[in-house]
């Protein structure tokens, strides 16, 4: 795991507890807390494992990630241009 996997765990199991201290004390406010910090660590821990998964891409395959790189900069050049 890396440190963007680690964090949003971390901040997903934080949220959840907060979520749960607001269900038992009845705090909306908590309770709304808890959920958008438990996204946000769901969101973090998905963006570290996508970045793991192109850094083995790009270790294994590096031919086919230059290739995948050069297209979508291709495309990002010609949508930027386009007028």
């Not at 201290?21 to 946000?40: I, P, Q, V, W």
Request: glycine residues 10%; proline residues 1%.
């Amino acid at each position: 795991m890396f440190k963007n996997q680690i964090e949003g765990e971390t901040k997903n199991a934080v949220g959840k507890a907060q979520e749960a201290y607001g269900d038992f004390t009845d705090d909306n406010e908590h309770r709304t807390e808890g959920k958008l910090r438990s996204a946000a660590g769901q969101v973090q821990s998905q963006y570290g494992e996508a970045v793991d998964t192109a850094r083995e891409f790009t270790v294994k395959q590096p031919v086919g990630a230059l290739a995948i790189a050069a297209t979508v900069g291709f495309v990002l050049g010609a949508l930027v241009t386009r007028r």
